[in-house]
């Protein structure tokens, strides 16, 4: 009998009688004593338990030899016999012990004394056959045979081919969210910052409130935060940068003849050239021909002419439609006393932005 080791367990109490339905849990060294009665013993399906081993040692105290042990597959498992497929075989004492070791795919295969007492010194082993069918253990699988070459692996690492040999780990970033970069054909990747090939931006931080601009295939680049009412302007070949609005299509530039603050509604008239003051529902002559962009007392302003947004107002209602005021200011009721002139403006889309669209003038009688 074969001694005891961590790899088997052994049941030293032999069977005396069968049939014995093996079922996958009992211990791998099993005894049978054939003097009273040939004993049938049945094997547990193959494919249910790939790589249990069975080691079977028959006795005989008569002496006589005349019983046998009969060594029976499961179902349409087959026992592979070393001359042919059988789904049995039949053994005596001289032919003892017998081992055997499940394939998990319906096949059960005879081991050599050699395997076995190789399974007692290789637990968690992997078996694996030299060019002469010996078999042999090793710790762990090298990558021609399917496996890593490591005998442990780091948590977290990513796996890496290295040709034949072993393969090597990468360590993740220790910053959350930095993604795998491929260093070429010929280096390992790396955690790191994508680059704009790979769908990145090539850079590590940006800045905050700035617009990202492209680079062709360099990092992009990141303007600077626009001031307030700054707009981002195009600047040819040169990346494009926040700067103060240009007078728009309709806007002039006017001498004041009085104090006008910018976003007031502003009168164009003839005073040794044309000037501009403040428009006035009280004064006929002082009806709305635009606003001021820029505010003044003495100088020059720039006024927009006839219909644009105009965005330095305040406290306005939005939806409600304003009508011209005194000074350069805008109501939203109309003027009722007479004299008094009733010129729509338009209507407010924000608290301080008015949608100036120049209306007729009426003056009430």
């Known amino acids: 009998m074969l001694p005891a080791a961590s790899g088997l367990t052994i049941n030293p109490t032999p069977y005396t009688s069968g049939p014995v339905t093996l079922v996958g849990t009992e211990d791998n060294v099993l005894i049978f004593d054939v003097s009273s009665a040939a004993i049938t013993v049945n094997l547990p399906s193959s494919a249910s338990f790939p790589g249990l081993i069975y080691w079977l040692e028959v006795l005989d105290t008569t002496g006589s030899f005349y019983n046998f042990l009969t060594v029976q597959a499961d179902g349409s498992d087959n026992i592979q016999t070393g001359i042919g497929v059988s789904n049995y075989v039949v053994i005596n004492v001289q032919a003892c012990p017998l081992g055997l070791i499940s394939d998990g795919m319906g096949n059960w295969y005879f081991l050599s004394s050699t395997f076995l007492s190789l399974a007692y010194n290789n637990l968690n082993s992997v078996m694996t056959v030299d060019s002469y069918g010996n078999p042999n253990y090793v710790p762990q699988l090298t990558v021609p045979l399917g496996g890593t070459g490591l005998a442990t692996l780091t948590a977290h690492d990513l796996l890496v081919g290295a040709d034949a040999g072993?393969?090597?780990?990468?360590?993740?970033?220790?910053?959350?969210?930095?993604?795998?970069?491929?260093?070429?054909?010929?280096?390992?990747?790396?955690?790191?910052?994508?680059?704009?090939?790979?769908?990145?931006?090539?850079?590590t931080s940006l800045t905050v409130h700035g617009v990202v601009v492209g680079n062709a295939t360099s990092g992009v680049n990141v303007t600077s935060a626009g001031a307030v009412g700054t707009v981002l302007t195009g600047n040819g070949a040169s990346d494009p940068t926040f700067q103060a609005p240009t007078a728009l299509a309709n806007t002039m530039s006017v001498t004041v003849t009085e104090t006008i603050a910018a976003g007031a509604m502003i009168n164009l008239w003839a005073s040794t050239g044309l000037k501009v003051r403040n428009a006035d529902n009280t004064d006929a002559t002082k009806q709305a021909d635009g606003f001021a962009l820029t505010g003044a007392s003495s100088g020059a302003i720039t006024v927009v002419i006839g219909s644009a947004p105009n965005t330095q107002q305040t406290s306005l209602t939005v939806g409600t439609r304003y009508f011209l005021g005194t000074a350069g200011a805008v109501t939203a009721t109309a003027p009722s006393s007479s004299g008094d002139l009733v010129q729509s403006l338009g209507i407010a889309v924000t608290t301080t932005e008015l949608q100036v669209i120049i209306g007729n003038v009426t003056t009430i009688a």
């Open 166 to 203: 072993n393969v090597t780990l990468v360590a993740p970033s220790a910053t959350a969210g930095v993604p795998l970069v491929s260093a070429g054909a010929s280096t390992d990747p790396a955690y790191g910052t994508a680059v704009v090939a790979g769908g990145g931006t090539g850079q």
